[in-house]
């Protein structure tokens, strides 16, 4: 098992930044690829980046691209999400997963943290 909390959400005004953590505990030798997840008030919750843990392949959704920079700190079993010039469509419950595979479910999943963005 895995256990995933993460921290770093909060409100801020539209193009502002907030950078978000999330810290690994558990078995994190078995993680294959980590990544940050939102859902919206009335939406799924959808992916917004991955990467993978023991390579540097990366992959963000294109609404976030050049905007939101995703890293890892494999030492600390931590995963990064900063997000800069923010606006009101990133607001969303945002939240840590983790996978033993590449492919497939997730397995592992955060609390969620809450970013908001005013305009």
């Known amino acids: 098992q895995v256990q995933l909390v993460e921290s770093g959400g909060g409100t801020v005004q539209a193009g502002g930044s907030l950078r978000l953590s999330c810290v690994a505990s558990g078995r994190t030798s078995s993680i294959a690829r980590m990544g940050w997840f939102r859902q919206g008030p009335g939406n799924a919750r959808d992916i917004v980046a991955n990467i993978r843990w023991n390579e540097d392949r990366i992959y963000y959704i294109e609404s976030v691209k050049g905007r939101f920079t995703i890293s890892k700190d494999v030492t600390k079993n931590m995963l990064f999400l900063q997000m800069n010039r923010l606006n009101p469509e990133d607001t969303a419950a945002y939240y840590c997963?983790?996978?033993?595979?590449?492919?497939?479910?997730?397995?592992?999943w955060g609390q969620g943290t809450q970013v908001t963005v005013s305009s």
């Open positions: 997963a983790a996978d033993e595979s590449i492919i497939g479910q997730w397995d592992y």
